[in-house]
């Protein structure tokens, strides 16, 4: 299965960008303009859109496992015709951390390896099914935060594997959030694959 890499990026992050594409040897989209991730989310689907393969888009703080590639092809020959997500974090969104707690402890009773949601929460690394990508380009809502952009255009549940094959580097964040409400939450994966 082939499968290619888009890394969207930030302007003030383009070494750490640069340095992520290069070990997945994935297409690079820079945000130079402060437009937002919404902006360069949305052209990292169209970027997705024009190739003949699945598309993993990563965000320039992911922080990929060891053997990364090798699990998201795992994955995706699971979830053909899922989105899928590839982190599930903590601290982001605050509404949904008790959902993700509940879902995980009800996996780990019956051991399963994933769980579902109805929303894609963090826009750090996921693949859309290329059968949805004109869908959800039409349907792309501008003003919402790039996550729910994504997830919300695609509509169904999104597959989120119990341990996340990327960590995030909570660092500061570089986009302004139109409800200007500081992120102090941590923001780390709540598992990580090992």
Not at 28 to 48: F, S
Request: glycine share 6%; charged share 25%.
């Amino acid at each position: 299965m082939e499968i290619k890499y888009v890394v969207v990026a930030h302007y003030a992050r383009r070494e750490q960008a640069e340095r992520l594409a290069r070990s997945l040897g994935a297409h690079l989209l820079v945000d130079e303009h402060d437009r937002g991730a919404n902006w360069n989310h949305r052209r990292a689907l169209v970027w997705a859109g024009e190739q003949a393969c699945r598309v993993v888009v990563l965000e320039d703080d992911a922080l990929p496992v060891a053997g990364f590639k090798e699990k998201v092809a795992d994955w995706l020959e699971c979830f053909p015709d899922q989105l899928c997500s590839f982190y599930l974090g903590t601290g982001r969104p605050p509404q949904y951390q008790l959902e993700i707690a509940t879902k995980l402890i009800a996996a780990d009773r019956i051991r399963a390896d994933h769980i579902t949601m109805q929303r894609l929460m963090h826009a750090v690394c996921y693949s859309v099914p290329p059968a949805l990508l004109p869908d959800l380009l039409s349907r792309w809502d501008a003003d919402k935060p790039a996550d729910f952009a994504v997830g919300d255009a695609c509509g169904g549940p999104v597959v989120y594997p119990c341990c996340s094959l990327v960590d995030h580097a909570d660092g500061d964040p570089v986009e302004k959030h139109p409800d200007r409400q500081p992120r102090h939450e941590r923001r780390r994966a709540w598992r990580l694959h090992g």
